[in-house]
C-alpha cells in the first residue's frame, strides 16, 4: 500500500504543536509522502527530527514549489521533475513497483484573486501535468493539494483544465474529444464528501464571507485527483480527509477545523495498492 497525505497547515509555527499532530498524521495513515503547504523550515527541521527514529529514514525533498514534500525511503525515489511556484511534479521510482507521478499543488488564494486568476492557475497546472506524461511516458498519476477552488470550478471540470469528473465509470472511459482533441480525465473523489448528514466533515475548509452574496461556507478546496489508469489500485475508501488524529479531533463544532488545534484546512489521505 502506498499513501500520501496532504495538510495546509496555516503557517503554524514549530512551537504551536503542529509537528506532533503532523507525525501522528504519518503514523496514523502510514504516510510514504507527507506534502505541506504553508509549511516553514523550522517545520520541516523539527518534523525530520520527530519522524526519524533507527527504524526508518525520512528525507526532505526541496522542491522549487510552495508546497514541501518529506518522503520515507531513499530521496532518489522522488525526482522533481517540472515545477512552478504554485506546484511541483514528482516522479517516483520504487523497486518492484509502479512508477507514479505525484502532484502537489497550493494554488493561488481566493483572498486576494478572482475566480478566474484562480482557474488560469489551475489550467497552467493542467499543462504541465500533461506535459509531465509525455515526458515520464506514462499516466499514473495523483495529484493532491489545496487548489483553492472546488470540485465544480471551471479550471477543475474543463477539457483544458483538470477535467476531474465525478463519476468513476465515466473516467474509467479514459478520456473523451473535444473539437478535434482529446483530454484525458481525472477522476476525483472529493464530490462525495459534499452534502449535510455525512460522516466526515463536508468540505476541507470553511469560510462565510460577510457582505457577499456568493458564500458556499464550505469548501472541497483540499483535493485528491487520480488518473484512470490508477482506478484499479483505488478502494472507495482510499480517500479521505482528516478530522481526527488518534483522540485528538481537528475539528469544532459542526465540523468546522478548530484552527486553535490544528489549521483552518482539514488534511487529506489517499491510498493506492500500488
Known amino acids: 500500500m502506498f499513501c500520501v497525505v496532504f495538510w495546509n497547515i496555516g503557517g503554524k509555527s514549530p512551537q504551536s504543536g503542529i509537528v506532533r499532530l503532523i507525525t501522528a498524521l504519518q503514523r496514523q495513515e502510514d504516510a510514504d509522502v507527507i506534502a505541506l503547504a504553508e509549511c516553514s523550515e523550522g517545520v520541516i527541521g523539527s518534523l525530520l527530527r520527530a519522524l526519524n527514529p533507527k527504524s526508518q529514514t525520512w528525507e526532505w525533498i526541496q522542491t522549487q514549489s510552495r508546497v514541501s514534500v518529506l518522503v520515507r525511503g531513499p530521496q532518489s525515489a522522488i525526482t522533481e521533475i517540472n515545477n512552478h511556484e504554485y506546484y511541483s511534479i514528482l516522479a517516483v521510482q520504487r523497486p518492484q513497483h509502479i512508477r507514479l507521478l505525484i502532484g502537489v499543488a ?93 460522516t466526515s466533515p463536508p468540505g476541507t475548509c470553511y469560510y462565510a464571507p460577510e457582505g457577499s452574496h456568493r458564500a458556499f461556507h464550505w469548501n472541497m478546496y483540499d483535493q485528491v485527483l487520480i488518473r484512470p489508469g490508477l482506478l484499479p489500485y483505488y478502494a472507495n475508501d482510499s480517500v479521505q480527509i482528516v478530522h481526527t488524529l488518534g483522540t485528538n479531533s481537528l475539528t469544532k463544532a459542526n465540523w468546522i477545523p478548530d484552527r486553535d488545534v490544528g489549521s483552518d484546512h482539514l488534511p487529506i489521505r489517499i491510498r493506492l495498492s500500488c
Open 106 to 198: 497550493h494554488i493561488i488564494s481566493r483572498v486576494y484573486h478572482e475566480f478566474d486568476d484562480v482557474d488560469e492557475e489551475i489550467k497552467a497546472l493542467a499543462d504541465s501535468i500533461r506535459d509531465a506524461e509525455v515526458q515520464v511516458g506514462h499516466t499514473n498519476t495523483v495529484l493532491l493539494g489545496d487548489l483553492n477552488a472546488n470540485p465544480f470550478a471551471q479550471g477543475v471540470v474543463t477539457a483544458r483544465g483538470l477535467h476531474a469528473v465525478m463519476p468513476r465509470a465515466v473516467a474509467m472511459q479514459g478520456g473523451r474529444q473535444v473539437l478535434h482533441r482529446v483530454y484525458s480525465y481525472f477522476f476525483n473523489p472529493m464530490w462525495k464528501f459534499f452534502g449535510d448528514g455525512t
